[in-house]
C-alpha cells in the first residue's frame, strides 16, 4: 500500500488481484481518491468507477473517485485503509459497504472492455449510481484496455435483440435478457440472514413484541357477520344474527371473561394487562385437536429451484441431498448460535422468531383426544438437560437409518463422508428391499386414535422400537431418498403430500423428499411450525446454492458466471459466503460464556439402520395402512398452473398488492365456472405478535364481487373495468393489514367453542357449530382455501389439500417474471376439477394482465 501525497487529492493505492468476488494485493491496481467537494445528490458519497490505460508494464488501474459529504464520520478512504490491512482478500460486498456506510450508493465491479469495441463511447455504457438507472454516470476512457477477448472476457448476444452486451452494460435492458433465473433478484443475499452483532439477535426482540389483543366479543362477532353475509341468503343471514344476539346476551360474555381471567398476566413496568390467550390456547384448539390423517393436517410445498436452479437430472439425487443437509445444517447453525437475523414484515414489524426453535429436531406425539407436541432443540445459551440432537434420519425403500451430520462444535462433517453415508444407504436398501419388513412410517398417515394405540403398542414390544421411536422424534429432520423418479411437475403436487407412504414419517416437523431425478419436495407438521418460517428456510437454501454453484452444478455456475462478469449489484455472489457465515458464528462462540466442547478430531459419520420389532397384528396393520393409503391418495387430484408472461413489475408500478392479485383471479375463475360468488379464504401470518402463527382472512367482498360481476359483462368499460378492480385490490389490501395487526375473528371463536364445551354447555357449542358450517363461517367451510405468497420473498410453492370434499385448495406463489398455481380438489367430487380449474385460472390471468396493460 502506497500513499502519494502533494496533490489536491489525497490518494491511496492498493494493489489487489483481478477476481472481481476476492481481492488480493497482487496483480492490480484500486486508487481510492477522496475529494472535498460537494456532491450534487444530497451531498451523498457517490464511487465514480473508470477504466483507463496504464503502461505496458502495469497492470490495469481502476479508479474509486469518491466525493465525501456532510457528517459522514471517516473519510471512506480511511474506512477502506483500515479494512483491507485487516487481511488478504475482500469481497465487492465488503467494499460496497465500507464505501457506502451512509449512502445507498453502488459500487460497480470493473468490467473490461473487449478490443473488438474499443470504439464505443462513455454515452454509450450505463452504469448503476445510487437507486437510478443513468447514462453517463461513470466513463471509459477513449483508449479502453486492449486485452484478448478470449482470455479475459467474453461478448454476450441477447436472445431478444441480437446484440452484444458489453461487460460494465447495466442497462436494464441488458440485465433482464442476462439474468436468467426469474424466481431469484440478482441483489439476493444470504449474508442478509446473519446478525453482525456480538450480542446474540434471533431472539432479543421476543420481549418488546406485542402480545395478540383480545378483541371484545361484540367486534367478533360483527366482523364473522361481514364474513359470510355476501355468501348466505337474506334469511339465514337473520337467523345467524339472531343466535349471535342470544349467545352474546346469555353465556357467550361469561366464556369472554373465562379468557380474561385465566390468561392474563399483569405487565409489572406499567400494571397493565397483557393478554397471552393466543399462543397458550388457540395452537391446541385449531391444530393439536384435529383428528384428520397426518397427510391431509400437514403442509407440504414444492421447492421453487426446480424450475430454475435444480430442473430434473438424472443420477443427481446423491449430490442434492448433500447440498440440502450441508445448507440445513448451515441454517440451523445460525439458529443455535442466535445469529439468525430478525426479519421484518413490508410495513417494517419485526416478526417473532419463536418458531425457529421448533424448526428443527421437533415432533407431534399421538395421543388420545389430543396429539402433543415436543421440540428437543436448543441454543448455545439456554440450559440444556441433554445435549441438542445432531442426527437426521434417513428413509429409503422403507427402511431407516440413523446419520451423524453435525460434529461437536456443530460443524457439518465432510462432504466426502456424507457421500460415502448416502451411497451406503442406498445400497443396503436396495440390497435388504426383498427380504427385510419395512414401512413403519406409513402407520403415521392412519387414524390418530388408532396410531397412537399402535405407537403405545410399538413401544411396549421391546425396548428396540423404543430407542427407534426417541431417534424418529429427535433427530433434527427427516431425508427421503425416493427410489422414484416424479412423473412430472403437474404430478409432483401429489407427490409432495403423498407419493410412498412407506417413505414418510408425518409426525416430523421438517422433512425433505428427494427424488432419484434430482426434484425436491418438502412436508411440514403444521401443529409445530407455520409454512412462513420453513419458507425462510427455503429462501436461504435457494440463495445459497447460486451464490455456490461451483460446488453445486457445473451449469449453474456457468450461467452465473457469465451474467456475473458483465454485471455486479450489491456483490452479486459470495463465494466465501459459507466460511464468512462460520466465522461469524465461530467468533460468537469464541467469545461465549459458556463451555462448549471442541470437535474431536477423530470424530466420523455414525451411520446406524433403525429396524423395528414388529409382530403379526402390526405387520396387518402396515398392509392395511397402504391400502387406505392408496385410496387416499388415488382421490386427490391435483394441477399445476404456470403462468410464464407474468409481470411483478406491473403490479409494484400501480402499487397493487400481489395478494390482491392473485385471489381476485380466483374469484373470477370460480365465478366463471360456478357462476355464484365463492366463499375464498386465505392463511395469513400473524408472527408480528408474541408467539403468534397464523390467522383465517375471508377474501370475498363485495369490491371484489362487483368487479368480477363487471368482467362477466360483454359491454362493460375497460375504464369500469380497471376503476373496480383498483378498489377491490385496495380493500384486500386494507382487510390483509387488519387481519395482520390481530383483528381477525377465528380464533377468538374458536377459543370460545373450546371453553364452552370444557364447561358443558352444550347449546352455546351447537350455536358455535353451527356458525362454523356457513360459507366462510370457519376454515373448513370454504370454496377455496389458500395459501400464498403475502410478500415477494417468498420463493416456494404451497400444496393446499381441500378442507372439504367439494372445496379446492390452492397454493400460489408470484415471482419475477413467472406464476405458479398449484390446484387440488377431490375425485369423489364430481362438480371440481383441479385440471378445468388450473385451465380456467390461467385464462383469467392472461385477461388479468392485459386489462391492466390497458389505458
Not at 496533490?7 to 472481481?20: A, C, G, L, Q, W
Not at 397493565?272 to 391431509?296: D, F, G, H, I, K
Not at 369500469?720 to 383483528?743: N, T, W, Y
Not at 379446492?808 to 406464476?819: D, I, M, N, T
Request: a negative charge; aromatic letters at 8%; proline letters at 4%.
Amino acid at each position: 500500500m502506497k500513499r502519494i501525497s502533494g496533490s489536491k487529492r489525497s490518494t491511496t493505492r492498493f494493489i489487489v488481484e483481478s477476481d472481481p468476488h476476492a481481492i488480493s494485493k497482487e496483480s492490480l491496481n484500486f486508487e481510492i481518491r477522496s475529494s472535498h467537494r460537494r456532491s450534487s445528490a444530497d451531498k451523498a458519497v457517490i464511487p465514480k468507477l473508470s477504466i483507463g490505460r496504464v503502461h505496458s508494464h502495469a497492470p490495469p488501474t481502476i479508479n474509486f473517485q469518491v466525493e465525501k459529504g456532510r457528517d459522514t464520520g471517516k473519510t471512506p478512504k480511511q474506512t477502506f485503509s483500515k479494512l483491507l490491512q485487516g487481511g488478504n482478500k475482500l469481497s465487492f460486498h465488503d467494499i460496497r459497504k465500507s464505501l457506502n456506510a451512509k449512502s445507498r450508493s453502488m459500487v460497480l465491479e470493473y468490467g473490461l472492455v473487449p478490443e473488438t469495441c474499443s470504439q464505443w463511447k462513455s454515452e454509450d455504457v450505463t452504469r448503476f449510481t445510487g437507486e437510478m438507472w443513468q447514462h453517463g454516470s461513470s466513463r471509459v476512457t477513449d483508449t479502453a484496455i486492449n486485452i484478448p477477448t478470449e482470455e479475459t472476457c467474453e461478448v454476450l448476444w441477447s436472445e431478444a435483440n441480437s446484440r452484444a452486451v458489453l461487460c460494465g452494460d447495466l442497462s436494464l435492458a441488458a440485465l433482464e435478457d442476462l439474468w436468467p433465473w426469474p424466481w431469484l433478484s440478482p441483489d439476493l443475499n444470504t449474508l442478509d440472514y446473519v446478525s453482525n452483532e456480538v450480542r446474540p439477535t434471533t431472539f432479543s426482540f421476543q420481549e418488546q413484541l406485542h402480545v395478540y389483543p383480545l378483541l371484545p366479543l361484540s367486534h367478533t362477532l360483527q366482523s364473522y357477520i361481514r364474513s359470510v353475509k355476501l355468501l348466505v341468503r337474506p334469511e339465514r343471514l337473520r337467523h345467524i344474527e339472531k343466535l349471535l344476539n342470544n349467545f352474546e346476551k346469555t353465556s357467550g360474555q361469561g366464556f369472554q371473561n373465562d379468557i380474561i381471567r385465566e390468561f392474563s398476566t399483569v405487565n409489572l413496568s406499567d400494571d397493565s394487562m397483557s393478554m397471552y390467550w393466543l399462543p397458550r390456547l388457540v395452537p391446541s384448539v385449531t391444530q393439536c385437536l384435529t383428528r384428520l390423517e397426518a397427510p391431509l393436517a400437514n403442509s407440504a410445498i414444492l421447492f421453487s429451484a426446480m424450475w430454475d436452479l435444480w430442473p430434473a437430472r438424472e443420477d443427481s439425487q446423491i449430490e442434492r441431498a448433500i447440498v440440502i443437509i450441508e445448507l440445513v445444517a448451515e441454517f440451523a447453525r445460525l439458529v443455535y448460535s442466535e445469529r439468525l437475523s430478525v426479519f421484518k414484515d413490508d410495513s417494517g414489524f419485526p416478526l417473532c422468531n419463536h418458531q425457529f426453535r421448533k424448526l428443527f429436531s421437533s415432533s407431534k406425539i399421538p395421543g388420545i383426544p389430543s396429539d402433543a407436541t415436543h421440540c428437543f432443540f436448543k441454543t448455545i445459551y439456554e440450559p440444556l438437560k441433554r445435549s441438542t440432537p445432531k442426527h437426521i434420519v434417513v428413509v429409503c425403500r422403507g427402511q431407516m437409518f440413523r446419520l451423524e451430520i453435525i460434529l461437536d462444535d456443530f460443524s457439518t462433517v465432510t462432504t466426502q463422508e456424507l457421500r460415502e453415508s448416502l451411497m451406503e444407504i442406498v445400497t443396503t436398501a436396495e440390497e435388504n428391499s426383498s427380504t427385510s419388513v419395512s414401512g413403519v412410517g406409513i402407520l403415521t398417515s392412519i387414524d390418530r386414535d388408532e396410531w397412537s394405540e399402535t405407537r403405545v403398542h410399538l413401544m411396549t414390544l421391546s425396548e428396540n422400537n423404543r430407542d427407534c421411536l426417541q431417534t424418529l422424534e429427535e433427530c433434527m429432520f427427516v431425508l427421503t431418498l425416493e427410489h422414484m423418479k416424479s412423473r412430472g411437475t403437474d404430478r409432483l403436487v401429489n407427490e409432495a403430500v403423498f407419493a410412498d407412504g412407506c417413505n414418510r414419517w408425518y409426525d416430523k416437523g421438517l422433512s425433505f423428499y428427494m427424488y432419484q431425478n434430482g426434484l425436491l419436495t418438502v412436508n411440514v407438521c403444521s401443529s409445530i411450525v407455520d409454512n412462513s418460517v420453513v419458507n425462510t428456510l427455503l429462501r436461504f437454501i435457494h440463495i445459497r446454492i447460486l451464490e455456490d454453484a461451483e460446488r453445486w452444478d457445473d451449469e449453474v455456475y456457468r450461467k452465473s458466471g457469465r451474467v456475473s462478469r458483465c454485471v455486479s449489484m450489491e456483490g452479486l455472489f459470495h463465494a466465501k459466503t459459507l466460511s464468512q457465515i462460520s466465522e461469524l458464528v465461530l467468533v460468537q462462540e469464541e467469545h461465549s460464556e459458556l463451555d462448549v466442547p471442541s470437535a474431536s478430531q477423530s470424530c466420523t459419520t455414525h451411520l446406524r439402520p433403525l429396524i423395528f420389532d414388529l409382530d403379526d397384528s402390526l405387520v396387518k396393520r402396515i398392509l392395511d395402512a397402504e391400502m387406505s393409503f392408496d385410496c387416499l391418495s388415488e382421490n386427490l387430484s391435483s394441477s399445476l398452473c404456470q403462468f410464464q408472461g407474468f409481470e411483478i413489475d406491473l403490479l409494484e408500478d400501480r402499487k397493487i398488492n400481489i395478494d390482491a392479485f392473485a385471489h381476485l383471479a380466483l374469484q373470477l375463475t370460480f365465478l366463471k365456472m360456478y357462476f355464484r360468488p365463492p366463499a375464498v379464504g386465505s392463511k395469513v401470518s400473524i408472527r408480528r405478535f408474541y408467539h403468534a402463527h397464523f390467522e383465517t382472512m375471508i377474501t370475498t367482498t363485495a369490491e371484489s364481487l362487483a368487479w368480477c360481476n363487471e368482467m362477466l359483462k360483454p359491454d362493460a368499460s375497460v375504464a369500469d373495468k380497471k376503476r373496480l378492480f383498483l378498489e377491490a385490490a385496495k380493500k384486500h389490501a386494507q382487510q390483509l393489514e387488519e387481519v395482520r395487526s390481530g383483528l381477525g375473528c377465528f380464533h377468538h371463536l374458536s377459543a370460545l367453542r373450546e371453553i364452552a364445551a370444557a364447561a358443558g354447555d352444550h347449546s352455546s357449542v351447537a350455536t358455535l357449530d353451527t356458525l362454523s358450517e356457513q360459507p366462510a363461517g370457519s376454515p373448513e367451510s370454504l370454496d377455496i382455501s389458500c395459501e400464498g405468497c403475502e410478500t415477494h420473498d417468498c420463493l416456494s410453492v404451497a400444496v393446499v389439500v381441500p378442507p372439504s370434499v367439494s372445496s379446492y385448495g390452492v397454493g400460489y406463489v408470484l415471482a419475477k417474471s413467472r406464476a405458479l398455481f398449484s390446484v387440488c380438489s377431490w375425485k369423489s367430487c364430481p362438480s371440481t376439477c383441479a385440471e378445468n380449474f388450473s385451465w380456467s385460472l390461467h385464462t383469467c390471468l392472461e385477461q388479468l394482465q392485459k386489462l391492466l396493460y390497458q389505458s
